[in-house]
């Protein structure tokens, strides 16, 4: 029987940063996630769990090692390619919901189809209406983020990194400026989700409460990544 093709994988991942002293960040990092997958990652700040996050985003190249994301090597894909590799098979959620105010609601979850081709076909424009309608922003779909509550921007950016249908999503902290009760909502939300799609998530939190929810529990530290 033919293996998985992994969400993303690396071997043997190390990032250092050159500088007036140089300073590596990740020490040799082996991960393989599948589709499916929702994984916590913990780490303390300066832990390198954002510099992981952004090798495997394709947003920083590693300094040794590959990285592969849904079957493409990163080392293989130059600058476009590697912009085609985001915009395609990688979504992303921040902290700070990054929506543009001169767009509606559906215009900012429809930005990465956009960028992609331009113009939004009906079918797609159907499919993010029925994201937004999945969870719960049906009645704000012409509505600038300024009339959004913070807990409806993240949902919206939720919706905007799955609009490209992508095979992983990479989530820093989304839910770290919240109130806790939209924190556990839209943290719920990113569970049914991944079991719905089958969409690999891995996602950046300090809540332990949270990161017990997911299928598997990594920690960095120094560089070096450990499971639970």
């Known amino acids: 029987m033919a293996e998985t093709v992994a969400a993303v994988e690396t071997v043997g991942l190390k990032k250092t940063y050159f500088g007036a002293v140089p300073t590596q960040v990740l020490h040799g990092i082996d991960l393989r996630i599948e589709p499916g997958e929702l994984v916590s ?46 915009n395609a098979k990688v979504g992303f959620i921040f902290q700070f919901h990054y929506l543009q105010d001169e767009f509606t609601c559906l215009e900012n979850a429809l930005m990465p189809i956009t960028i992609r081709s331009g113009r939004p076909k009906p079918a797609e424009i159907d499919r993010v209406v029925a994201l937004l309608e999945r969870v719960g922003l049906g009645h704000r779909l012409d509505s600038p983020p300024t009339q959004l509550s913070g807990g409806e921007q993240q949902r919206t950016a939720v919706v ?25 909502e839209v943290f719920e939300l990113i569970h049914e989700i991944n079991e719905e799609t089958g969409v690999a998530f891995v996602i950046v939190t300090h809540d332990d409460r949270q990161a017990a929810q997911g299928d598997r529990i990594l920690r960095i530290e120094d560089g070096l990544l450990t499971e639970n």
Do not use: F, Y
């Open 41 to 86: 990652l913990l780490g303390q700040s300066g832990s390198g769990k954002s510099t992981l996050l952004n090798c495997l985003g394709a947003l920083d190249r590693p300094t040794e090692g590959r990285v592969i994301v849904a079957g493409d090597d990163l080392a293989d894909l130059d600058d476009d390619e590697l912009a085609d590799l985001r």
């Open 160 to 184: 905007r990194a799955l609009s490209n249908q992508p095979r992983l999503v990479l989530a820093d902290e989304p839910t770290g400026n919240l109130d806790s009760k939209s924190s556990a």
